[in-house]
């Protein structure tokens, strides 16, 4: 199984950011996954940001519930992530991942990960 | 922030034993299982650990991983060269309601 991230590099400040990740090799659509998105601000430690299940549903860090917003779209075997009303603070790589579902969820694989720079 | 505190360094010379600490709370170590992650120079992180103490398939033997109370650690016995890397735990936290990650171990094999 594999994960790639796609979108935007640069994003001006107070717009917002959206990317997109592609599995393959294996679907996406699968009970015993949801499927996150994780950063990393350059030099820092890792942050999650919020998780899709196959069906759409979502759960998201509380700190950025109200700008976030995940979705799924089974039939590309894709899921995205789109940030509303970026600022500095949101500059970091992403990092898509399967996340298992279990006693604690994990994580695994990760996509290569994708610089987004919040700046005008 | 992380709620998750580990020792931002540490270190040992190759075959030795080096173990990482993480330090937790009731919310989130107390009530749920633990997770491991490498993190390799320039790449994306791994998981190492999960449910506290299992090995997926292709973890070394060498890493292992334990909790007790609201604190967990991982220890590298045999410290190789390659094992020079970025370290985090992870768990659940029923407060924050979401996934925490510790703030992170660099280890260096001198």
């Known amino acids: 199984l594999q994960l790639q991230e796609s979108g935007p590099g640069l994003v001006k400040p107070s717009e917002t950011l959206s990317l997109t990740c592609t599995v393959s090799?294996?679907?996406?659509?699968?009970?015993?996954?949801?499927w996150a998105w994780i950063r990393q601000p350059p030099g820092e430690g890792l942050e999650w940001i919020g998780s899709?299940?196959?069906?759409?549903?979502?759960y998201y860090t509380p700190s950025l519930n109200s700008r976030l917003t995940i979705s799924v779209d089974t039939s590309k075997n894709q899921f995205a992530l789109r940030l509303n009303s970026v600022t500095a603070a949101d500059t970091a790589i992403y990092y898509c991942?399967?996340?298992?579902?279990?006693?604690?969820?994990?994580?695994?694989?990760w996509g290569h990960g994708t610089l987004v720079t919040v700046s005008s | 922030q992380s709620v998750l505190t580990q020792p931002p360094s540490a270190s040992g010379t190759p075959g030795q034993r080096v173990t990482i600490s993480c330090s937790g709370s009731?919310?989130?170590?107390?009530?749920?299982?633990v997770n491991w992650y490498q993190q390799l120079p320039g790449t994306a992180p791994r998981v190492l650990i999960y449910?506290?103490?299992q090995r997926p398939s292709g973890v070394p033997d060498r890493f292992s991983g334990s909790k007790s109370g609201t604190s967990a650690s991982l220890a590298i016995s045999g410290l190789q060269s390659e094992d020079e890397a970025d370290f985090y735990c992870?768990?659940?936290?029923?407060?924050?309601?979401?996934?925490?990650f510790g703030t992170g171990t660099k280890v260096t094999v001198l």
């Open positions: 991942a399967r996340e298992t579902v279990a006693t604690t969820n994990w994580f695994d694989p």
């Open positions: 090799g294996g679907s996406i659509i699968s009970r015993n996954y949801y």
């Open positions: 899709v299940f196959y069906s759409g549903s979502t």
């Open positions: 009731s919310s989130n170590i107390g009530s749920n299982t």
């Open positions: 449910n506290n103490n």
């Open positions: 992870a768990a659940w936290d029923d407060s924050v309601n979401g996934h925490v």
